[in-house]
């Protein structure tokens, strides 16, 4: 770890000192139909080096690399031309072309942040993407970028994943597709395993972290990730790719592309399968997925539909190891057998499993089932050379359930009166039974744009969605069979929940180097529930949230290819359907408010970048898990009225060579809740008893976290790769005691590609990835609950071990 530090450190050095350079490089930008400036475009030269030009078109780029050739310039809604700098001492002027083929990138922009707007974010392309696809899920394909902690059930990247970042899990991160809200609405959770293999058809990602835009959907209260599957390709294309790995993991992917028809209509397909047996006992995956998007380019308009569905059958692997299991401490595993009271088949089943991959379950169905298919109609439409029309339509539909079998289970629970059978009465059984959803999410996103390319760039928009979620459950068999007939629900609930917002936001330049953002949001929240719950307790939740959301932001752009930025934005966030339901009788959650501070500096030169970002995460009325229960066992959140997150973030880039490359990042933070109280629940008297800890790290916020990526090429077509993750201790739990903590992990994945482009093939590669190199025995996730009899204190520990060295193999063929 202290290397890594050191490494970086060295970076930063080397990017505050001058190097040695020869070209100085001066031009400007147009618009080539009406000969007007384009403020703002961007001026690329070489892997770090880049500039925006000014309110009149101008750019300039000083102590160029003498092998500097050519320069890179783009601008949203014209082509991007490459332009030799020798050209430019002909001419200075580099006029751009207008296109509708952009109108993917005018559409998401809306969502999308950049330098100008004074926050911290990353952007991950497709070829980064690309090169690491061979099965696992999108969260662990990000996981080297900075702040990111990623998790999996089953161990090895396949199935149901998760990532956090700045120490907020999926239910804080703002996720969109296109634009369009994609995090659950009742939950808020991202629940990737119901996209298998969706990285084959992105095209973009940006990761803004804090609030962020957070222009649709829920607040972010940790980061925001936009995803962008939308991508233009003039020519006909076809690709597959297959790989095979270790735990029997398969994936089989086919892509096709018309290309553009007739000068005005493009066709992409996927259809893609994923398997794997997992690291865990039986944590199983067979997840299918396709992809279809057609497009249509005209003179003013553009409209693009996308349909695209994912179907999952994962085996149940969300219990974890006991710690007693997972240290082998025979002893503390049959303390474990005797209070919970297993039976003898789970009871050999603890005794007998290999420590690390240990499954609770057995049942060969144990299974979650899932499919989830959306519907996306995008337009954009050009009303002049200033304004922009964008307006967006979803439908999303989802159904499924996971099934369990229950061991001697009461039929009073399930609304079942007893079975008779002569002078016998039966009250309990085994069963089998399923929880289901159903949902309908529907709605719309729409903005207007203005850019007049001179100093103002202004979006007023918004959006409205309906989420319709239904939950109910069945007994689908039961060793004693009672009254109910084929169909019966025992509890069924149904929730509703509306989400409205408006927004208006805007950049102004100042001066030359000095640029404003200001962004206002309006968001209204209704949301019911009715019914029972799984629980069979009565549901009424009527509630209603109104929230502003201001942010303001300024950079300041510096000599040399340096700015500098700050910003100051509010989140509010509202409670979800758990805090809701499972909500004390007089404790009903309120919203949570976040002031997010953040401020940086950003350099590019011409073999290193770096980006130096600070934040303050300011928290007021934070939900967290406290240890307090409800009256059937249920955990809670409750509010708490101060905490914070505050850091230090730095990436960096360096081309050492032309063929060696580094890319690394580190953060640094404190993540505290200023005066914490822990409910314990004393099964004897069936009260919580507070325990106050005073200030405390807050749950699942390791103090450090590290990323490298090492890329070399020792001959055409190859490349070599050393990936590092570091990610520091974290608390299970909020009261920073130390039996309740996983243990910071050290892990190097090493990945080699080799790429031929044949002439009867446009491309063949070869990519080999060994994961987790050395080794490592490590555990990213965990969960923790206590309680009292009496005088006595349990505290029960579960842990999700990954795995071990392990490979995958795979062929991509482009045609």
């Known amino acids: 770890m202290r290397k890594v530090a050191a490494c970086l450190m060295f970076v930063c050095l080397i990017a505050g000192k001058p190097l040695l350079a020869q070209k100085n490089v001066s031009g400007n930008v147009s618009d080539a139909e009406t000969r007007q400036p384009l403020p703002g475009a961007t001026v690329k030269a070489g892997p770090s080096r880049g500039t925006t030009t000014d309110e009149r078109g101008r750019f300039h780029l000083n102590n160029l690399l003498p092998d500097t050739e050519t320069l890179e310039i783009s601008f949203l809604g014209f082509l991007p031309a490459t332009v030799r700098i020798s050209d430019l001492e002909k001419s200075p002027e580099i006029l751009l ?56 059930d089953a161990g090895a990247g396949v199935g149901y994943t998760g990532m956090r970042i700045r120490g907020s899990d999926a239910t804080r991160i703002n996720m969109t597709i296109n634009g369009i809200p994609y995090n659950d609405p009742e939950s808020q959770g991202a629940f990737f395993v119901n996209m298998p293999d969706f990285a084959s058809s992105v095209s973009s990602i940006q990761i803004q972290r804090g609030v962020g835009s957070s222009t649709n959907g829920a607040g972010a209260f940790g980061a925001t ?65 396709f992809y279809l998007s057609g497009a249509y380019y005209g003179r003013k308009s553009y409209i693009r539909a996308n349909v695209f569905s994912g179907k999952e059958r994962t085996y149940q692997a969300w219990n974890g190891v006991p710690e007693a299991k997972y240290r082998n401490n025979r002893e503390g595993i049959l303390a474990f057998i005797g209070r919970n009271e297993l039976n003898e088949r789970d009871a050999q089943n603890l005794l007998n499993a290999n420590p690390r991959t240990y499954n609770l379950y057995w049942y060969d169905n144990e299974t979650d089932n899932y499919q989830q298919d959306q519907y996306q109609l995008l337009t954009s439409h050009t009303l002049s050379n200033q304004l922009t029309l964008n307006v967006n339509a979803f439908y999303v539909r989802g159904a499924g359930y996971y099934e369990q079998y229950k061991d001697n289970a009461k039929l009073s629970s399930y609304l079942l009166p007893p079975v008779v059978t002569g002078s016998d009465t039966i009250k309990r059984t085994d069963l089998i039974r399923q929880r289901w959803l159903d949902n309908h999410y529907y709605g719309t996103t729409f903005s207007l744009d203005y850019n007049n390319f001179k100093k103002l760039n202004l979006s007023i928009g918004g959006g409205w969605n309906q989420f319709d979620n239904d939950h109910y459950g069945k007994v689908i068999w039961a060793r004693f069979a009672s009254t109910s007939e084929s169909g019966y629900r025992y509890y069924s609930g149904r929730g509703l929940k509306t989400d409205f917002n408006l927004y208006a936001k805007a950049y102004y330049q100042l001066s030359t180097a000095f640029n404003v953002y200001g962004d206002l949001q309006f968001r209204s929240v209704d949301y019911t529930v009715n019914g029972t719950d799984n629980e069979l307790l009565e549901l009424n939740v009527d509630t209603r949230s109104r929230f502003w959301n201001p942010k303001v932001g300024i950079n300041y752009d510096l000599a040399n290819g340096a700015s500098v930025y700050a910003s100051f934005s509010v989140g509010n966030r509202e409670p979800n359907r758990n805090d809701f339901v499972d ?51 249920s ?20 081309a050492i060579t032309s063929d060696l490359n580094w890319n690394a990042n580190v953060t640094w933070s404190q993540n505290k809740i200023n005066n914490f109280t822990e409910y314990v629940l004393n099964y004897e008297t069936y009260e919580h008893e507070a325990v106050h800890h005073g200030k405390t790290d807050i749950s699942f916020s390791p103090n450090v976290v590290t990323g490298s990526q090492l890329r070399y090429k020792p001959a055409s077509g190859w490349e070599l790769a050393l990936l590092s993750k570091y990610v520091g201790s974290q608390y299970l739990d909020n009261t920073s005691s130390a039996d309740r903590r996983l243990d910071g992990y050290f892990t190097n994945d090493l990945r080699l590609s080799w790429k031929v482009t044949p002439k009867w ?52 063929l482009s045609f």
């Open 97 to 152: 072309k207008r296109t509708t083929f952009t109108a993917d990138e005018v559409i998401v922009s809306a969502t999308r942040v950049s330098d100008k707007t004074g926050m911290a974010y990353t952007n991950v392309t497709a070829e980064a993407i690309r090169g690491q696809n061979l099965g696992q899920d999108l969260p662990v394909l990000l996981n080297f970028t900075p702040s990111m902690v990623t998790t999996t």
């Open 583 to 633: 909500a004390r009788p007089g404790a009903v959650p309120t919203h949570e408010t976040l002031y997010d501070w953040e401020a940086g500096y950003r350099v590019r030169l011409n073999r290193v970048s770096l980006n130096a970002n600070a934040y303050l995460m300011d928290y007021r009325n934070q939900l967290v898990l406290t240890g307090a229960v409800n009256d059937v066992g």
């Open 635 to 654: 955990s809670v959140r409750m509010n708490v009225p101060k905490s914070y997150r505050a850091g230090i973030e730095l990436e960096a880039g360096w």
């Open 761 to 812: 093939v446009k491309s063949i590669e070869v990519i080999g990835l060994i994961n987790n190199l050395l080794n490592t025995k490590y555990v990213s996730n965990g969960y923790t609950y206590g309680y009292r009899s009496g005088a006595v204190h349990t505290q029960e520990v579960f842990y999700f071990p990954q795995a071990g060295t392990n490979f995958l193999l795979g062929v991509n």
């Open 225 to 289: 990730v936009n995803i962008n599957t939308n991508e233009f390709r003039r020519e006909a294309y076809a690709e597959l790719a297959n790989s095979y790995g270790s735990f029997n993991t398969w994936k089989n992917t086919v892509k096709v592309g018309s290309g553009l028809l007739n000068d005005k209509f493009t066709v992409d397909a996927r259809l893609s399968r994923v398997k794997s047996d997992g690291f865990i006992d039986r944590a199983s995956s067979d997840l299918k997925s």
